[in-house]
């Protein structure tokens, strides 16, 4: 246990507030939200938002990408800022916390360090990232990967929604086409994300919070079966190019893969496509996609590579064309020691039950990792479920990983 | 080799214009035909059919079901009819064969007994049943099965399409909707069918036609996995409920279940429905159906068994709900001798090179053999290729077919 410097606690009932005000906006009849990037629904959040930062006397932006900033003065000169923060978009249908806890988290912060009347040397400064989920327009971590370099503005403003529109011209609509490069404005000291955990372990093993080390690196793709279509009723057995077999059994392989590569590998079949998907024709045309995830990128790497062998074995099984193509390669993450250890003392000072966690998804933080030092800190999410209107956590919960952030931005500005 | 009574030779000019003709009600640009029951194309064409009937001089009737009948006098008081026919309707962009051979090859044949002025004992009735497809309304042998009385007259009338459209009403919105009772109007001779194999057997043993002894029977249904949604990143491979690795298991188990159970016993997966099917997230619920075919009943059963053990063993496996439901069950079905013997004997007589076989897929003749005596006669089926613009046949088989079927129809109706 290590004590800290200067302990803060943040106001219980304030973020609870903020926490119901921001759900207002894309709230759902079940409870959950619905606030896809750069809807109407963003727009009035992004308002209330901003309404808020001014409010906190925070010196507000808003970059080409749409990203919101809001910078609290430190009182040494050029210090670099800690930033802090997540997003505010959700899943079509999601929970109310994935992503918004983080952006409230912070801003209570600030709010907090002017009750109390705290300066700090180094400025605070937090961040709202446009479109992290990546489900309206299809790019996930949209506004964070173009501010760290790893995507470009020019092909993110291209991107159409399933209606067509273009990205930029939506962004224009909301009001959130801001003037500010999309890039660090200055050097940063640290980027520091609360998030809901999206998984089980925090909960099951009786956690307060969560210190995030690691992010799984992904292997996200496609194989495309094809066989040939016949009759299922005349066509022999030994006669048929049946798609959905190899499929089928690429599928079991998928399930058994990770299982002999350690912990936080995990390997997932979600998505088929059968053509013509009718009982009694045999299918053609089969996809299926995996998703294989793991802490050492060499593992994934081994991962990748074995499910490449077993869709080409298991097409040829059946005498059925193979196609496969890898949409999606992230290398994993480690989040820098000074941000984790930062995260743990906190966690420590204030009694919390923590342990150290492998994230199993990607976060802005990932990108922002690639700028500046980062840290993450998870909170519990119960039964793990998120994308979900049934995503749930406790307010108590909600609290506990808000003043662990809190506390731990508190050391880092104070450095 | 047995010598028939009296040869006749169908016109080959005749019976390849007849298709042609036929073939232009509902043709599409690729040379198929899209003609679904009771749709503005199986009225045109039903026109054109009651036309030719009575061109031939045939008594003609529609029966409350829209079955089409035509009859041509026999010389003996009170003799039973010989029944000839198929179905003039269509899968959705089908082939110009399927069925339609069967009906022309029946009006061809009363045409030569007209031209060479045969008279025959038994009345010679020729019947173009209604929606054997069961494509737009889904009872497939809709028509035959009511005549027979497998279906409810009532319950047929009150299917609806995807348009929620009544089969009763589109009946009558093409005039089809006849007076007379929709059953056997006399006790008949037999009925005999010609249609394209659909499968690839004759082709592949070089064959003129094939006669038919046996029809499989068939169970069709499906199992739907229970399991749970979860984050595809997050959740520990111990802790999931993936409803799609038990369908996968049924999947590669329904590949091999028939290959011990003889040849003509085939299995097939063809339909699967996966949710919410995307590539990040568990899958929590899926369905896939079973089509099993076999010639004996007990063999049947027997792979019916085996499809609801796997899939019990595989949810199971996976600590997944399991519900399982058989739509169809259909009995096998034996032709009756005299018929198989006599269309034996004309494929003989006129030199056609024939096997046994057994059909795989449900006729019109499986429920008429109900009511009498039946038989059927396949022709070659180009690569097995059916229900697909791509089904041919070409004009010597249809002819070796529909000849083999015109001598067997008169030596049956000379008796």
């Known amino acids: ?43 009035a959040v992004r308002d209330w938002f901003e309404a808020k930062m001014r409010g906190a006397g925070l010196d507000t932006r808003v970059d080409e990408m749409g990203n919101m900033f809001g910078r609290r003065s430190g009182t040494a000169d050029g210090t670099a800022p800690v930033l802090l923060g997540s997003h505010l978009d959700s899943q079509p249908y999601g929970g109310i916390y994935d992503g918004a806890l983080g952006v409230i988290a912070a801003l209570e912060f600030v709010l907090t360090l002017d009750d109390q009347d705290i300066q700090t040397p180094h400025p605070i400064e937090i961040v709202n990232w446009t479109n992290e989920e990546g489900a309206r327009f299809e790019t996930p971590l949209q ?31 909301i009001g959130y086409h801001g003037a500010e490069p999309c890039e660090p ?34 292997s996200r793709g496609a194989v495309t079966f094809s066989g040939e279509a016949n009759h299922a009723g005349t066509t022999p057995m030994d006669q048929r190019r049946d798609a959905l077999v190899p499929a089928a059994d690429l599928i079991t392989q998928i399930r058994r893969i990770p299982t002999r590569m350690g912990e936080n590998t995990v390997g997932t079949a979600g998505y088929l496509d ?16 995996w998703d294989l995830r793991a802490r050492s ?83 519990v999410s119960e039964g793990g479920i998120s994308h979900s209107e049934d995503e749930f956590t406790n307010w108590t919960d909600c609290y506990s990983a808000a003043n662990t952030l809190a506390n731990a931005a508190l050391e880092m500005a104070m450095e």
């Not at 760290?148 to 930029?168: K, M, N, P, Q």
């Not at 050097?187 to 909960?203: F, K, S």
């Not at 059968?274 to 996609?289: L, Y």
Request: a negative charge.
């Open 185 to 218: 404005r200055d050097p940063y000291a640290c980027y520091l994300e609360l998030h809901i955990e999206q998984g089980p372990q925090l909960e099951s093993k009786n956690k307060d919070v969560g210190i995030v080390t690691d992010i799984v690196g992904v």
């Open 143 to 173: 506004g964070s990967g173009v501010w760290a370099g790893i995507h470009s503005l020019d092909a993110e403003y291209e991107r159409t929604d399933r209606d067509d529109r273009r990205f930029v011209d939506e962004l224009e609509r």
């Open 274 to 289: 059968v053509s013509p998907n009718v009982g009694n024709i045999i299918p053609a045309e089969v996809t299926v996609t």
């Open 297 to 379: 990128d060499a593992v994934l790497e081994n991962g990748y590579r074995q499910v490449q062998a077993e869709a080409t074995v298991a097409g040829q099984r059946e005498g059925v064309d193979v196609e496969a193509s890898e949409w999606v390669r992230l290398t994993s993450t480690q989040f820098a020691d000074r941000c984790t250890s930062a995260l743990r003392a906190a966690a420590d000072g204030l009694d919390y039950e923590h342990i150290d966690i492998v994230g199993g998804a990607g976060h802005d933080a990932v990108y922002v990792s690639e700028v500046c030092d980062s840290g993450m800190l998870f909170a």
């Open 1 to 43: 246990m290590r004590t800290l410097l200067m302990a803060i606690s943040l106001d219980f009932e304030r973020l609870t507030d903020l926490m119901n005000e921001q759900a207002q906006f894309g709230g759902t009849a079940d409870g959950g939200l619905h606030r896809l990037a750069l809807s109407d629904e963003d727009e």
